[in-house]
């Protein structure tokens, strides 16, 4: 590494700065590279929830890159371990400390946990920033899935398009259901972490709903929705269908009135983009999941979210 970096835990003590460290880093990337950075706001404020959650989540596996002198934050990598693999969160370098190798070296300790556990190593990384795909690339991950960032704007008086078949019977989750929902991601995806299901459905941290759809043989999909003012995404979800899939959608942003809800939506699902554009979905971003290690086949439809990282 070329810059005098020390790597060692983020600690709740380091939220301000992390926050701080995530919006700088942020809108410094977008807005010199694509002239979006105003979409991260002028507050770093709204990326506090990104510490608390993963902290609330996995106490103390976040990976933090610091100044060896100074101590100032530098680099954090939010690293999730889970039953079937491990994931990696939002990896960010303060901008003046870039290209100096600080994230592959955060990248590697991540990459070095997963090898010790032997599980595959999982995230989504956005297409249109070269920088993350060659760093993951060059780590050895392998892109699988792509996807396209929807937002559809829910007006006041809700959506105008008719409610479709099964968005009736969508309900809330039930406390006691993190692993029935564990369990039908595995059979689908063939990935299992019911300690985020539990953690939905605990709702300390964050602001969440999970709406599931079932029918007489069983679950037929879940989505879980953020409600937090500052953080409106859909995800993660799983759909046996798209039919499931469009009525979930449709319940999750019946409840998001007036709001702008951002969600993921695989490139394959190619009937629900074409009924979403219908309800005024519009492309934000493209995202790609990548694994370093082997994937499992998958089926059914998938709704990926940046946090909790949910590849
Ligand atoms: C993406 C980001 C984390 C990279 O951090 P960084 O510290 O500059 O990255 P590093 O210097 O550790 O590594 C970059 C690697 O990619 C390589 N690289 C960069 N651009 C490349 C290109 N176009 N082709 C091939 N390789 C490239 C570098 O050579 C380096 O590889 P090496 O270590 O094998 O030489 C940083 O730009 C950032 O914080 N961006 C804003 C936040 C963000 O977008 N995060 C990612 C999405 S969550």
Redesign the pocket.
Known sequence: MKKNVLLNRLLPVDHEATAQLLHR??VH?YQTHLNLGARYGTSHEPFLLFPQVYEALDPGQAIAARDAERKELL?VCFVHPRETHVSVG????APDA???????AMMEQAVELARSSHKPLRLV??LL????F??YS?LGFVPHTMYQDMTVEVPAAGLAAHMPPGADRVREARPDEAARLADFEWELQGIRREQDYAFFLRNDVGSWKVWVLESAAGLDGFLVASHHPTFGMFGPGVARDAETAEALLWRALDARRGQSPLFLVQCSATDLIHTLYGWGARNAELHVAQARGPFPEARGIAFPTFLPESA
């Open positions: 880093s942020l990337w680099g939002i990896v960010a370098i870039a290209a100096h190798g600080v994230a592959r990384s956005s920033n070269l920088d993350s060659s760093l060059r």
